[in-house]
């Protein structure tokens, strides 16, 4: 019903919070993430610019009276293309969308003076809408000047998180970098035993056709922005290579036939989750009851 509320709220627009800005340019724009914040902010009242590869021999002209610029190009090329910008207007706020954050806000503090905000939108363009998602931000310069823009993506039904670039790359090592990793080992794992999935989809229960789904749908999105967030900093590396260990130390007291050590290491597990078990058990509970009750 919310999603649904958010949907209608879309086609009929939403409130301008800045309605003297100048054009918002979008770096990247016929991307997947800058067609949707396109049309959020056309759905908002600016006005709003594409610069995509196509378009660099405009970039000048494209970006001169610009009151806002967001990069919005794959995260490989992040950098390079910040480092390639035109001079902006001083008063110009700089904003990139990109999945890691130290890295590109050091770039747009360098070859920009004026107001810099760095986000990261938790959520792919396949939602098509912001309604409940989690934006994260990260200040750069002259916060006081991009407020508006935190509140408008609020309007949009975001849910905003403010946290340092430093603290935001450590907790996504775990949230995309090992995360996506175990995935992709995982379906990598079933393709190479060769599984029947239909068979397999037969024989299970909710749950396992709820994991299998979270597992399959990397596999319906791009390689190369996983490929990009995975090897996007040498300590996702090194997280994934403990976990790598972690496992073969496991592994060995099955091997070992070790089910005392096995029961133990479960239940010092149990303790550090604590009060959370408890609340992920219900939680999911709620979550499969509803995903039975939405299955045809
Ligand atoms: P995408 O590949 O769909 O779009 C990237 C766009 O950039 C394309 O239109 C491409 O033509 C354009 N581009 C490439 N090189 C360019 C250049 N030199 N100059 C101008 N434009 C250029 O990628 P996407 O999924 O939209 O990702 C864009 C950004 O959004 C990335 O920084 C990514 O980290 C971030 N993001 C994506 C997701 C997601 O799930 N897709 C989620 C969160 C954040």
């Known amino acids: 019903v919310m999603r649904e509320s958010y949907t209608s709220e ?47 021999q405009d970039a000048a002209s494209l970006v001169s009276d610009a009151g806002m610029v967001i990069i919005s190009v794959p995260i490989h090329l992040t950098e390079q293309v910040i480092r390639q910008l035109p001079p902006l207007p001083e008063d110009c706020i700089l904003v990139d969308l990109c999945s890691v954050k130290k890295a590109p806000l050091e ?110 749908r990397l596999f319906a999105q791009d390689p190369q922005l996983y490929a990009d967030i995975i090897m996007s900093s040498p300590n996702n590396i090194a997280l994934i290579k403990r976990y790598y260990t972690r496992f073969g130390e496991a592994l060995e007291q099955l091997e070992r036939g070790d089910k005392a050590s096995f029961i133990n290491s479960f239940s010092a597990v149990q303790t550090w989750f604590g009060d959370y078990a408890g609340t992920f058990m219900a939680e999911s509970r709620s979550l499969l009851r509803s995903a039975n009750d939405n299955r045809k």
């Open 10 to 56: 879309n086609e009929k627009g939403f409130k301008t919070l800045n309605p003297t800005l100048r054009p918002i340019v979008i770096v990247g724009g016929k991307g997947k993430m800058g067609r949707l914040f396109e049309r959020m902010l056309l759905l908002s009242g600016y006005q709003v610019r594409i610069l995509d590869k196509e378009e660099w």
């Open 107 to 216: 770039a747009m503090m360098a070859v920009h003076s004026g107001p810099v905000l760095g986000l990261h939108p938790m959520f792919g363009p396949d939602s098509g809408s912001l309604a409940k998602q989690v934006v994260v931000w990260c200040d750069g310069r002259y916060p006081e000047a991009y407020q508006w823009f935190l509140q408008q993506i609020a309007v949009w039904g975001a849910r905003l998180q403010a946290v340092s670039a430093d603290e935001h790359d450590n907790n996504m090592a775990f949230i995309q970098a090992l995360r996506h990793f175990a995935t992709f080992a995982y379906g990598l794992h079933l393709s190479e035993e060769n599984v029947d999935l239909k068979q397999l989809l037969a024989l299970s229960s909710p749950i396992y056709r709820l994991e299998l789904a979270m597992v399959g």
